[in-house]
């Protein structure tokens, strides 16, 4: 694809329900990550991907945050449980390999909103 | 202490001003650093990047660092209503992947 989308692109949910977040990257790029972005605040890493795993998930904030990515492309994000402090714009980047001193090129976010 | 710093904001210039933003970073380890723009709204997109001592220059934008003092800034020449935006310092954290830490962002806003 031209560039790294993510669906939905607005989400509104009640407490408690669980979330689902999709990524699909630049065709081609291997390193994926998920960042979380709440109000006025800067970007928040969550989770890195090379290929379909995921040596770095250090960025999750609870055991109720998860991620996957499956055929080295698509990756979804899941909240269960959702809280009224996850609401935030969640971002996905990728990248061509991971490795060296890549740009990281970002997708337009996926705003959640946790009544 | 944060490991990449920004001044928060707002900086605002007038048109065709320079407008200067500043970042500091706390691992000298680092290697590479970047800088975002992003409109109110929108996803971060890439202005520059910086890997070496010194300036570099792309058209009205210049970065300059300094690794031995962790400083790292964008210059905006001939500022523009346009540029008023948030502009976010990004840093590799160095070992293993590129992963890159943020800063808060700096909102510019430069004024007619």
């Known amino acids: 694809g031209a560039g790294v989308s993510q669906s939905p692109s607005n989400k509104v949910t009640e407490k408690g329900k669980d979330v689902e977040l999709r990524c699909d990257p630049i065709?081609?790029?291997?390193?994926l990550y998920w960042y979380r972005q709440s109000l006025g605040q800067g970007l928040e890493f969550l989770i890195y991907f090379q290929g379909n795993s995921a040596p770095d998930k250090s960025g999750l904030p609870s055991d109720r945050f998860s991620a996957e990515r499956t055929g080295g492309s698509v990756s979804t994000l899941t909240i269960q449980r959702t809280q009224q402090e996850d609401s935030a714009v969640y971002l996905c980047?990728?990248?061509?390999?991971?490795?060296?001193?890549?740009?990281?090129?970002f997708g337009p976010g996926t705003r959640l909103l946790v009544l | 202490q944060k490991e990449v710093e920004q001044n928060s904001g707002p900086l605002s210039v007038p048109e065709g001003a320079i407008a200067s933003l500043n970042c500091t970073y706390s691992d000298r380890g680092s290697q590479s650093f970047f800088w975002y723009r992003q409109y109110s709204g929108k996803s971060p997109e890439l202005i520059m990047f910086i890997y070496s001592n010194g300036d570099k220059e792309d058209g009205r934008f210049t970065a300059q660092l300094n690794k031995a003092s962790q400083y790292v800034s964008l210059l905006i020449r001939d500022s523009q209503p346009s540029d008023s935006a948030t502009y976010l310092c990004?840093?590799?954290?160095?070992?293993?992947?590129?992963?890159?830490?943020f800063g808060a962002g700096t909102r510019l806003a430069v004024h007619p």
């Open positions: 990004a840093v590799n954290r160095p070992g293993g992947y590129n992963k890159l830490i």
């Open positions: 980047a990728s990248s061509t390999t991971g490795l060296g001193q890549e740009t990281q090129y």
């Open positions: 065709s081609g790029h291997t390193a």
